[in-house]
Every structure is written in structure tokens, then in C-alpha cells.
């Protein structure tokens, strides 16, 4: 995964001046003046690195999410989003039964769930800019209610189990970017920002005639992280925008706007 985060990081930093290049001829507007509209899809895949609470062990959670978004500008170069997607199923991790009175944990490297995702997205596009350069601010929230997920628990020596398991997850996220105006299609960028994840994962354990409840809470390792990109102006309505996160988390980030 970090290689193919390293090649997708590389790509945006090349392979903007070629589609400037290209783009130069037919510049578009900036899309900042106005009321304005928004809405768009995109694609995001992000691992990272928790904690549970009770028990100090640490594993990664990944997931890949795709969402639709409608957004409004209320006065000029201030969007507010609205987002709403499906996390599908991944990895398909089985937890391992630990200690009684029931106690599970996961195996490394494998948690993820499906389910669906709700958030919003705060932007305020180039409030300080020069001619070449433009900072600007976001804050997020990003909500994940999984699907409940059963597992059969086999890592017992003589009698088996059952698990059934849902996930919740916060995430916000706040940070600064350096824009780059290159020309008017290619703007490539570069921020940090922090990033807070927390969750819980309740659980619902049988073992012959024993039942028993487990909830497991755990948050993100790490908080502060960087973030490198760039927006493609295809026209003055339409912008691609690839993008990379790390550090906190490794995450590529793929969205299509359209602007009306």
C-alpha cells in the first residue's frame, strides 16, 4: 500500500506541468466568484493506526469510501459541504478469543467493516493570496455506522463460538493549504493538518451455553499529518482534484466537482 501511495504522490507532483501544458491554451476561470453550487463523487482509501483503550493493543483500521456530495457557497470563496457514502467489505478479519470473561481482540492489520458514512466539510478557499500563492483552511467531520458483521471463533481448543461485532467511528479533521497557482487549470498544493479518530466496536460473544457483551473503544495513534495535491480545471465547471495524506494516516484521495 505505501508503494502504491509513493507512485500515486509522485504522479500529481509530475504529471501536473504535462496537463498544464496542455490545458495552457484554453485557460478557465477561477471558480471562487459568486453563489455558487456544488456536487461531486469521490473516492478515499485510508489506513490507520489505533489503539484500543482497554487493552493497549494496536492494529490499523482501513477502509475505502465512496461518497456523494452536494455543497454551497454562500459569499465568495466560503463552501460548505454535505457528504453521504457506503464503505463496501474488505478484509475479512476473524478476532481471537482472548481471556474469560469474554474478551476479543483483532488480528493485526485486518480490521475494516461496511457501512454507510455521513459528514460535512468546511472550505475557505484562498482567504490570504498573493499572485502565485493562496492559503486556505478546512474543517471536517466525517460519522461511520457499520453494518453488524458475524465471525465464527475458532482460536479455542476444544469448543467454538460466535461473535457479532458493529463499528463506530468519528473522525474530524482540520488544516491549512498552500496553494500553488501554476496556471489557471493546475493548482498543486500542500497542507498539514490534525486529524482525530475515535470509535468503538461493540461486540456480542457465545461460547457453548456462555454469552456475554464486550465493547471496545480505541482511537487513532497519531494526530497531526501532511497532505500534498493538486485541482485540475478540465473547465471553468469541472475540476479533478488527486490527492495524498500522511503520517497520520496513509490515504489517497480521488474527487470529481462539478461547479454551477
Same mark, same amino acid.
Given at each position: ?8 504522490c509522485?504522479s500529481?507532483?509530475? %504529471? ?6 496542455i ?19 469521490? /473516492?478515499e482509501?485510508?489506513? *490507520?493506526?489505533?489503539k ?14 465512496? $461518497? =456523494?456530495?452536494?455543497?454551497?457557497a ?7 459541504? %454535505? ?20 474478551s476479543? *481482540?483483532?488480528?493485526k ?21 498573493? *499572485? ?5 483552511? /478546512? ?8 453494518s453488524?458483521?458475524?465471525?465464527e ?7 467454538t463460538?460466535?461473535?457479532?461485532g ?15 497557482f $501554476?496556471?489557471?487549470n ?5 497542507g498539514? $493538518?490534525?486529524? $482525530? ?13 456462555l454469552?456475554?457483551?464486550?465493547? =471496545? ?7 497531526f ?6 485541482d ?11 490527492e495524498?495524506? /500522511? ?8 474527487? =470529481?466537482?462539478?461547479? /454551477?
Open positions: 500500500m505505501k508503494k502504491i501511495l509513493t507512485i500515486f509522485l500529481i507532483i509530475f %504529471i501536473s506541468p504535462s496537463i498544464a501544458q490545458v495552457k491554451t484554453t485557460p478557465a476561470e477561477k471558480i471562487t466568484a459568486g453563489f455558487e453550487f456544488t456536487i461531486g463523487t469521490t /473516492f482509501y485510508f489506513i *490507520q493506526k489505533i484500543f483503550k482497554e487493552n493497549e493493543f494496536e492494529t490499523t483500521v482501513s477502509s475505502p469510501l465512496i $461518497y =456523494l456530495s452536494a455543497g454551497i454562500p459569499f465568495e470563496n466560503f463552501y460548505i459541504h %454535505i457528504t453521504g457514502g457506503y464503505t463496501p467489505p474488505t478484509f475479512k478479519e476473524s478476532p481471537e478469543f482472548m481471556e474469560l470473561p469474554f476479543l *481482540q483483532f488480528e492489520n485486518k480490521l475494516s467493516f461496511s457501512g454507510m458514512s455521513y459528514g460535512t466539510k468546511l472550505e475557505y478557499k484562498n482567504f490570504f493570496e498573493t *499572485q502565485d500563492f493562496g492559503i486556505s483552511a /478546512f474543517l471536517s467531520y466525517l460519522y461511520h455506522s457499520s453488524r458483521k458475524d465471525w471463533i475458532t482460536s479455542l481448543p476444544i469448543v463460538g460466535k461473535a457479532t458493529k463499528n463506530n467511528w468519528n473522525k474530524f479533521q482540520g488544516g491549512v493549504i498552500i496553494d500553488y $501554476y496556471t489557471d493546475v493548482t498543486p498544493y500542500f498539514l $493538518y490534525a486529524n $482525530y479518530l475515535s470509535g468503538k466496536i461493540d461486540m456480542e460473544e457465545k461460547i457453548e451455553e454469552s456475554g457483551i464486550q465493547t =471496545l473503544n480505541y482511537k487513532g495513534k497519531s494526530i499529518g501532511v497532505l500534498i495535491g493538486s485540475f480545471a478540465v473547465n471553468e465547471n469541472f475540476i479533478i482534484k488527486g495524498v495524506r /500522511f503520517l497520520s494516516e496513509m490515504t489517497i484521495y480521488l474527487s =470529481l466537482n462539478y461547479y /454551477f
